[in-house]
Structure formats: C-alpha cells, structure tokens
C-alpha cells in the first residue's frame, strides 16, 4: 500500500460544500438561468401589482397588489427549488456532470448537498428580491411580531424541502436538458392559477379549489399571505383562518412523497441500456 | 499483482451481446490500447471496468477489486477520462481542476497539472469559450488531478490538431513513466502504435488479436516492398523479402522509389476485423 491509501477521504459534507460552490458560480453566471428562473416571479409580481393596483374588496387597508406580493413569495420558491433543480439536474445528466462525478469519489448525497446549497443561497436572494419590490412598489409591510417571523421560518424550510425533492424527482421525467424548462414550467404556471397564486383565492371555481388544495402551491401561497397580511384578511381565505396546522400538515406530508419519489427515481446516469 | 485481471466478461443487451467471453491480463506500468470498430464492445468494455456498468458474466478485478462493489476509496485511485463531457461551461479552467482535486484524498497540485496539460494560458477561461482540443486537455487535467494509479483514457485525441496530439502523446508517455497504469481505447492506429506497450484487438465483442505493436497479427512476418519500374508502381507483400531484394539489384532496367516497410498496424488491423467479421 501507498501512502495515499493512508490518507483519509474528503468527508461528504466537504465535498458537498466544494459541490456547492461550484453550483452557485455557475448558475449566476448563466444568464438564461438568471433571467429565466430568477428574474422572472419578480417581474410577474410587478405586472400583475401594477394591473390589480385597487384596494381589496372588504378590506380598505388591504391592496390586491400587497396579496400578490405575499403570495407570490410561493412563486419565487417554486422556480428556485422546483424549477432550477429539476432543469439543473436533467441538464448534469446530459452534459456529463453526473457521469464525471460518478467516476469519483463524490458521493450521491454530496451532489446533492451541492444542490441544496445551490437551492439556499439562490431561495434567500429570490425571497430578499420579491420582498424588496413588495415593500418599495406596493408598501408591503415587513412583520414586526416574533411570532410572524417563527412562521415564515418554517413556512419557508418546508416549502424549499418539498419543492427540492420533488424537483429531483420531476427531474427524470424530462427526456432531455431541453425540454427540461417546458416539463418543469407547466405544472409550476398551471398550478398558480388553480391555487390562488396569480388569481385571487375568491376568483376561483371551488371545483379547482377543490383539486388544487391536494398540491402544496395553495398551502404556500396561503402561509405567505399569513405572514405579510393582516388577520383581518384571513376571512377571505377558503376556510375562513389562515389554517397554520394543515399548512404544516400537507406540507410534511409532500416532503415524504417527495422523499420516497427521489429515492425511487434518483439515477447517476441513464442506467436503462438500450 | 495484475492492475486489471478479467475472466470471461460477458455483456448483453437484450438478445445482443456485446460482450463475449473477453479475457485481460493488464500489469502495473502498461499502457494498453484497445482497439476495435464502433460496436466491437470497447466501450462497454471500459465502463465495465470502471464501475459504470454492471456485467452479466464472468470475474473482473480492478485495481483488486470489484468494481461493481467497489467503494470510494477505490474511486480515488482510479482516473477516469470521458468521451464527449460538456460539463462546467460556465466554470474557468482553474476552477474546474480545483473542483475535482476537491473530491480526492490526496490530489495533485492543480496548478502543475494545469501547466502539464499546457492549459497555463487558459487557466482563467471559461470551459464553454474552449476549442474542443482544449477542451479535452481540461477532461485529462481533470482525470489525472486525483492522482491516479490507473487511468482510462477514452478516444483521447479526438478534435486535437497534430501539434496538440503529439503534446498530449508526451504527456501520456510522462505519466506512464510515472507508473500510473494506462488503459487508453482510440480509433487512431498511429496513435496506438506511438503510445500503447501492449494492445488488443475487439471485433463483435470477442478479443481477435492481443500483442505488441510491433508483433500483433504477425505483423513482423511480412514486409511490403514496393518500388517504381518500367511497369510503374510494384507492390509485393511477402515473408521472405531477401530474395526478390537481390533479384531487383541484379536487374538491368533502373529502380526507382525503393522500399521495404513493416505492414502498417492499419493493414494488420484491418485484416483483423475483416476475418473476424
């Protein structure tokens, strides 16, 4: 034996970490993805804040537009989570990434480690982002209440998990790097219609309400309305209360699916030969 | 103790089988081409070897182990250099071969390698701004960063201009001497016979010659002696040249443009696939 064998392994956090920076240098300097998946929950909020600019029915120091800007926090999670990993993934298993990695010793925990750092830095510039356009645009008023706080906390950790997970997952379904942004995007544009995202909540048929309340986007986009708006709205809300405890609930329980769909479809490379 | 020892590798993809019944012996130091058309198994070969694939018959041991269960330690002694990686567009040369050395215990000094790869005066460029010679010099800087004891190289030179090749021919050759075992599969014959100490010829997944490149096929048997006359060009293969050497000396009409050379590999070669096939 060699003196190489003596010395120990990177531990999988470091390489997960180096994973990680490499990760985010490349994303912010590709900038279809910067425009793309970044940019645009921002300029959506300040077109649809500018078009929906009244007063909210019932509640005269309430602006639709600030309804938006709440929601919409939700979006911007979607397409930085969601969005970002599923086309960053499906891209490294077409352009060699993966394979390279594979012939390393990086692990599949360490990719993806890589990824969730890619995940946190580009949610917390995304979610700083939409806030900045909310307060200065449409005078959102940043809590002032702890408890508020506790509450964007977890809403947020869970909402970046489960759209993480279930971006590695929806990854396998796109057939190349190409069509990955089209595959992606459907579910995301279709979703925030029907869950009350870019439409208001009392616009929609309850029939849509009624399937869109299966998916986490409703349960999001509700929580982040929770935080940014006064109670007095939550009346507006489908059941009336902003539900914390379901929000939780459904939330926890898409992190599982969303677990047990990674581990189910998670490959290295396209192991299906021919 | 062999680097790369297999018994009876089998492969199959549905009906087909890709690879069948291959045996190889490969010793510390060698560097060892593999040789074949496209669909003769090498790649399936190769990334057998490299843990990628699984197999559905036969004993392999790499690097003394098997690499379907091999684990990260054995990565990190293993160089693996891919076909066609488009990865780290957006990453500078430098940044890459820092990247991968990250994931080793005990890697090269980044900046060595990037000058050994002749890639100092790229070090701070983009991947995606490469041309695809550069390209595949940052692919080898970052399958050699690791310190490799075995190293694949797969079609290496491909898209290299002659100037590039014969730089990376040396730096093959540098590493050899180092001791780091080569395993290197090319559709260039020249480049083979310049690098490889032993090769081995695939053809519809079975082993049809194995040798040196002076020796594989027979190749020493025969020579071609070839020459200009009243008749034009003359060309005779034979295994006994000293005969019709003396014959044409004592000839009374003038010999032009006289020759006498070892068949080429790519002649050996191309005998080799035609009789298998």
Redesign the interface.
Known sequence: MTAVAEKALPSTLRIGLSRGGAEVRQFFRERDAVVFTFALPTVILILLGFIFDEPLDGATDVRVSQVFAAGMIAFGILSTAFISVGVGIAGDREDGTLKRLRGTPTTASAYLIGKIVLVAVTTVAEVALMLTAGVLLFGLELPSDTGRWVTFGWLLALSVIVCTLLGIAASTLARSARSAPAVMNLPVLALQFTSGIFVHVSALPDAMLAVSSWFPVKWMGQGFRSVFLPDAVASQEVAGSWEHGRIALVLIAWCLVGLALCLATFRWTDRRTR | MAVIEVQGLLKR??RHTAVDGIALAIAPGEVFGLLGPNGAGKTTTVEIL????RRDGGDVRVLGEDPDSAG??W????G?V?Q????????TVR?MVR??A?????PRDPEEVIARCGLEEKAGA?LRTLSGGQRRRVDVA?GIV??P?LLFLDEPTTGFDPEARRAFWALIRDLAEDGTTIVLTSHYLDEVEALATRLAVLSGGRIVAEGTPGTIGGRTAESIISWHDGNGAQRVVTDEPLPLLAALTGRATPVTDLRVQPRSLEDVYLELIGEAK
């Open positions: 993809y549905g490299e843990g990628y694939r990260r330690r990565r990190s002694r293993l693996i891919p066609g990686a488009q990865d780290g567009a957006e990453l940044e990247h991968v990250s994931f080793y215990p005990a983009r970052c690791g310190g004891e």
